[in-house]
């Protein structure tokens, strides 16, 4: 059984920084494409960074350079650090995987997510 949970959102105010974390069992983050998405309220879910068995990271545009995906294999985590935040960055952050370990980006998987507020 897979599953995915995500820990470190908080509140922040505008230009701090906050680290997200999603501890993963059933799958190994060291194959398999993980991801992280978000949805702020009266928005879709929107891709933010992943990265896939073989390292390679991708990232949407609004968040490159300020956002940076991670994995620790010996933990089984993935995580994201997010500086310079900003209040669009506001929204419930979600880990994703999938059942297929080189697809991407990833969707059949999610955690429970994890609340961001960035305060202006």
């Known amino acids: 059984q897979v599953r995915l949970v995500e820990s470190g959102g908080d509140l922040v105010q505008a230009g701090g920084s906050l680290r997200l974390s999603c501890t993963a069992s059933?799958?190994?983050?060291?194959?398999?494409?993980m991801a992280w998405y978000r949805q702020a309220p009266g928005k879709q879910r929107e891709l933010v960074a992943g990265?896939?068995?073989?390292?390679?990271?991708n990232y949407a545009d609004s968040v490159k350079g300020r956002f940076t995906i991670s994995r620790d294999n010996r933990r089984n985590t993935v995580s994201l650090q997010m500086n310079s935040l900003k209040p669009e960055d506001t929204a419930v952050y979600y880990c994703?995987?999938?059942?297929?370990?080189?697809?991407?980006?990833?969707?059949?998987?999610w955690g429970q997510g994890t609340q961001v507020t960035v305060s202006s």
């Open positions: 059933g799958i190994s983050v060291s194959i398999n494409a």
């Open positions: 990265i896939t068995g073989g390292g390679w990271t």
């Open positions: 994703a995987a999938d059942r297929v370990t080189s697809r991407y980006p990833p969707n059949d998987y």
